[in-house]
């Protein structure tokens, strides 16, 4: 079986976590505001590079994130600090499914994963390939 290369992406967006839903008074759950807004904004960057059909089979992703160096993770190359790396992980795909690359999330079968820093603001964002399985 031959894998297909659906996507390839550079979208520059703040490196950013999926945050927990919090439970209001009363016992409402919500997703907090910025990470409703960092998911939008994937949302709206995934559209604009996706002209493809929803994939309906089994997706493998390849992501970097690349986040501003600071004081703290400058000294290498990986970015070592918040957020786990397994939030960035779910906000992107959360965003892929409302972005319609894929029906559910649930058929993300196969992730290679990175987090990275750079001195240069112009390549703070993430590195995306999609391959339909």
Same mark, same amino acid.
Request: aromatic share 6%; proline share 4%; net charge positive.
């Given at each position: 079986?031959?894998? *297909?290369?659906?996507?390839?992406?550079?979208?520059?967006? #703040?490196? =950013?976590?999926?945050?927990? /839903?919090? +439970?209001?008074?009363?016992? /409402?759950?919500?997703?907090?505001?910025?990470?409703? &807004?960092?998911?939008?904004?994937?949302?709206?960057?995934? #559209? $604009?590079?996706w002209s493809g #059909?929803?994939?309906?089979?089994? &997706? *493998?992703? $390849?992501?970097?994130?690349?986040?501003?160096?600071? %004081?703290?993770?400058?000294?290498? %190359?990986?970015? &070592? +600090?918040?957020?786990?790396?397994?939030?960035?992980? =779910? @906000?992107?795909?959360?965003?892929?499914? %409302?972005?319609? @690359?894929? =029906?559910?999330?649930s058929q993300v079968?196969?992730?290679?994963?990175? =987090?990275? &820093?750079?001195? *240069?603001?112009?390549?703070?964002?993430? /590195? @995306?390939?999609?391959? $339909?399985?």
């Amino acid at each position: 079986m031959d894998n *297909s290369h659906a996507l390839g992406v550079f979208l520059p967006a #703040k490196p =950013k976590g999926k945050g927990r /839903h919090r +439970c209001a008074k009363g016992g /409402h759950a919500y997703t907090p505001q910025t990470t409703r &807004v960092a998911e939008e904004e994937l949302v709206e960057l995934l #559209k $604009e590079d996706w002209s493809g #059909k929803t994939l309906l089979g089994a &997706v *493998s992703l $390849e992501l970097t994130w690349i986040f501003k160096a600071t %004081k703290r993770n400058r000294q290498g %190359k990986w970015h &070592v +600090c918040k957020p786990d790396i397994d939030n960035t992980l =779910k @906000l992107v795909m959360d965003a892929g499914t %409302k972005a319609g @690359l894929w =029906k559910d999330d649930s058929q993300v079968a196969y992730v290679t994963m990175a =987090k990275r &820093v750079t001195e *240069s603001p112009g390549e703070v964002g993430v /590195h @995306l390939d999609v391959w $339909e399985l």
